[in-house]
């Protein structure tokens, strides 16, 4: 099978963009994408968003969205599995060029929190938990996640502090990113002083709900121009796998162990024909602390109880043994819901094109993507390639 590449991307920042709307953020990026891509023509278009219908009353965004580009005509749906919407949005590009029904395809990852505030977000994001289960009772995402936290706190005699790393990593890697909402270092102070948000999970423990939208056009190697103008590497997605678990957290075996992370890269990476110690960053979920150290150690990169270990030992910074959220994550950059997938793969993209300035990891060559939907209810994984 032929290579499926990246020729473009493109990205907004991430932030509270009360002034531009939904369509406005998609259309820029977009823009952006294609520019990139030395304006190859997309044939379709799949839209990851999450809450497009409860927070900005508008559903059927394939249709806007391509409209308001003027790729009117072209075959352009919407793809929707919670925070993860991005990321499968991904895959269902990379599906249609692998069959070879699509040439060229543009994925786009586009979110408005900023529609609505105050409850009526909170509202909106409960709809992606078990309606009849957990939402029904009160349960929002930051309170499920906080007691996961004090679960897993309990179950491995982590201290207080214990989760500080994956916070301050990922704030002293947003300084240099340009998209990102928060571009200052924080202090394990700082972070030990931080309002409580859902006891034991502070501030500094969740990713800022934001706006946002990243785009990327992609097609095979062998359909690009014979005067394809791009002196910087190519990128393929060497590998693409999803997985999904129950929707309500209470009716797992283990509710401590993410299984469609583990599952989801293991596919992805044999699809890729590497092994984990081959990868060479991580770009892993954490719209929430705690679901960073599941996913250290569900994709492998640390024995079950001991994620968090890893960012206290500082082994995910830029120069650890294993990079993580090197563009500053969902916690500096923003979580800006169904479009943090495709955020995702447009920052590992630089990396691997060597675009990434002073965040840039050395020889980077595998760059391993993850998406989760609610606490990992969906998974969605992608290795990407520099192609030499």
Request: hydrophobic letters at 45%; charged letters at 20%.
């Amino acid at each position: 099978m032929t290579d499926v590449v990246i020729a473009g991307i493109g990205q907004t920042p991430v932030g509270e963009h009360w002034e531009i709307g939904l369509r406005d953020l998609a259309f820029d990026a977009i823009q952006n994408a294609i520019k990139d891509a030395s304006g190859l023509k997309p044939q379709a278009l799949f839209v990851g968003n999450m809450l497009a219908p409860n927070l900005s009353n508008q559903a059927h965004l394939g249709a806007l969205i391509a409209d308001y580009a003027g790729l009117t005509g072209i075959e352009a749906v919407t793809v929707e599995a919670a925070g993860a919407s991005g990321g499968a949005a991904l895959r269902q590009g990379y599906l249609a060029i692998a069959s070879g029904m699509v040439d060229v395809a543009l994925v786009l990852g586009v979110e408005k929190f900023t529609d609505k505030i105050g409850p009526e977000v909170e509202e909106a994001v409960s709809t992606t938990s078990d309606s009849d289960f957990e939402a029904v009772q009160g349960m929002t995402a930051a309170a499920q996640a906080a007691l996961l936290m004090k679960r897993y706190m309990h179950e491995n005699d982590v201290p207080a502090n214990g989760f500080a790393g994956f916070a301050l990593t990922a704030h002293a890697n947003g300084i240099a990113n340009k998209n990102a909402m928060f571009r200052k270092a924080i202090k394990a102070e700082t972070y030990a002083k931080a309002e409580m948000v859902s006891d034991p999970l502070n501030m500094f423990d969740a990713a800022p709900n934001a706006d946002g939208a990243a785009a990327l056009v992609l097609t095979r190697r062998d359909l690009l121009p014979s005067d394809w103008d791009a002196p910087r590497p190519l990128v393929k997605i060497a590998g693409s796998a999803a997985s999904s678990d129950t929707l309500a957290l209470h009716d797992r075996k283990d509710i401590l162990y993410f299984d469609t992370a583990q599952i989801s890269a293991g596919n992805a990476m044999k699809q890729a024909g590497i092994i984990l110690n081959q990868v060479n960053f991580f770009e892993y979920h954490d719209a929430f602390s705690i679901y960073a150290a599941l996913s250290l150690e569900a994709v492998g990169f640390a024995i079950k109880g001991r994620g968090w270990k890893l960012a206290a030992d500082n082994k995910i910074s830029l120069t650890g043994k294993i990079p993580c959220a090197t563009m500053g994550g969902m916690k500096a950059r923003g979580f800006p819901g169904g479009a943090s997938g495709v955020y995702q793969a447009v920052e590992a993209v630089a990396q691997l094109r060597g675009q990434a300035e002073v965040n840039q990891i050395p020889n980077a060559k595998y760059g391993l993507i993850q998406s989760l939907g609610g606490p990992a209810s969906t998974a969605v994984s992608h290795i990407l390639q520099r192609l030499d």
